[in-house]
């Protein structure tokens, strides 16, 4: 059984700072890993999807990597900004895009 | 474009009542799925279908039915509420396919009592 976890569980920084976010899998035999982002009380939005061949991708100042075989992700978000403040969840994908998701980091970006 | 839509948004059921939580996607998406979510817990997959007529069970489907008789609905069942079932009910849609994301509606807040 699949089983996802995310460190930290909660982090605070203050605005500006760059900042790493951790996700780590037990099966390495994954379609693809996704982040999201959540916002008190919303749905989950999409930030970044990677395929299990590929081992990076970005969009604006956030960059995911894979690597697949030590079963590890990490999202990365440059310049943070008070509007980053929310839940990052990561998700791995498997047969018929079932995701597994972990707990999940609470951000909170000080001004 | 509305994406997925799913309703109700809050509802608060009694121990042993029945409802549906209706979802509904103009993607034209393949695939459907009911996710629930517990507090400070990630999400836990209950139910998906990867085209009208056709369901499977996901990691926690006791309790829960589901039906896919077009492609845009994608209802889910409670049959006897337990206070358990207390959760928040997200319901997405993706199209087939490892470069494909997945489309999240904003969810229902279930409680029941």
């Known amino acids: 059984k699949q089983e996802v976890t995310q460190i930290p569980a909660a982090l605070s920084v203050p605005e500006g700072e760059n900042l790493v976010l951790n996700c780590s899998f037990t099966?390495?035999?994954?379609?693809?890993l996704q982040w999201f982002r959540q916002d008190p009380g919303k749905g989950l939005t999409s930030l970044l999807l990677?395929?299990?061949?590929?081992r990076e991708q970005t969009s604006g100042r956030l960059n995911a990597s894979l690597d697949k075989s030590s079963g590890r992700s990490t999202l990365y978000i440059a310049a943070s900004q008070p509007g980053d403040s929310a839940t990052y969840l990561c998700?791995?994908?498997?047969?018929?895009?079932?995701?597994?998701f972990g707990k999940g980091t609470m951000l909170l970006v000080s001004p | 474009n509305a994406g997925v839509t799913q309703t109700p948004k809050f509802r608060i059921l009694k121990i042993g009542q029945s409802m549906t939580l209706q979802c509904t996607q103009d993607m034209n998406h393949n695939y459907m799925y009911w996710y629930r979510q517990d507090p400070g817990m990630g999400l836990k997959l209950i139910y998906y279908?990867?085209?009208?007529?056709?369901?499977d069970k996901g990691e926690v489907p006791n309790g829960y039915n589901v039906s896919r008789s077009t492609t845009e609905d994608f209802p889910l069942r409670l049959e006897l509420a337990a206070p358990s079932q207390t959760s928040v009910y997200f319901c997405?849609?993706?199209?087939?396919?490892?470069?494909?994301?997945?489309?999240f509606g904003q969810g229902t807040r279930l409680t029941v009592v």
């Open positions: 998700a791995v994908g498997a047969g018929y895009s079932t995701l597994t």
């Open positions: 279908s990867v085209g009208a007529g056709i369901t």
């Open positions: 997405a849609s993706s199209p087939p396919g490892a470069l494909t994301e997945a489309f």
């Open positions: 990677i395929q299990s061949s590929q």
């Open positions: 099966d390495s035999a994954i379609y693809n």
